[in-house]
């Protein structure tokens, strides 16, 4: 069972169990967050496509820690005029442990003795 859902303008497949790495979010580290912008459901018996979200579906998690992605580096050049301009950047991150998927009434989390893996 997965879900998508979207998150700074980005969408991102997610799972009971395991963690996804977005976007920086303003919540602290060990705090729980929901998200309520679920783009589609999918389940063993069925699949829910909202339009342009699922009605009633939200996304728990908790914040498992606050990093910075890899450094980006890039380079401004014009060839013939002496110009060139080098620049370097890192994105904000947040890596959230995805702990329960909920829909129609249905939630589906994972067991307290799973241990959560990478998306």
Do not use: C
């Not at 497949?13 to 999918?42: I, M, N, Q």
């Not at 699949?47 to 380079?75: C, Q």
């Amino acid at each position: 069972m997965y879900a998508l859902i979207e998150s700074g303008g980005q969408q991102h497949k997610v799972e009971p169990g395991r963690y996804v790495t977005l976007g920086r979010l303003a919540v602290a580290e060990g705090e729980s967050v929901v998200f309520d912008r679920v783009l589609l459901v999918r389940t063993d018996a069925d699949t829910t496509v909202g339009t342009p979200v699922v009605e009633g579906a939200e996304v728990r998690g908790t914040v498992r820690r606050h990093l910075r992605g890899p450094k980006v580096n890039g380079i401004k050049y014009k060839a013939k005029k002496g110009y060139s301009k080098r620049w370097g950047a890192r994105a904000d991150l947040t890596q959230v442990d995805i702990v329960a998927v909920v829909t129609g009434g249905q939630t589906f989390e994972v067991a307290a003795a799973t241990t959560v893996e990478e998306a």
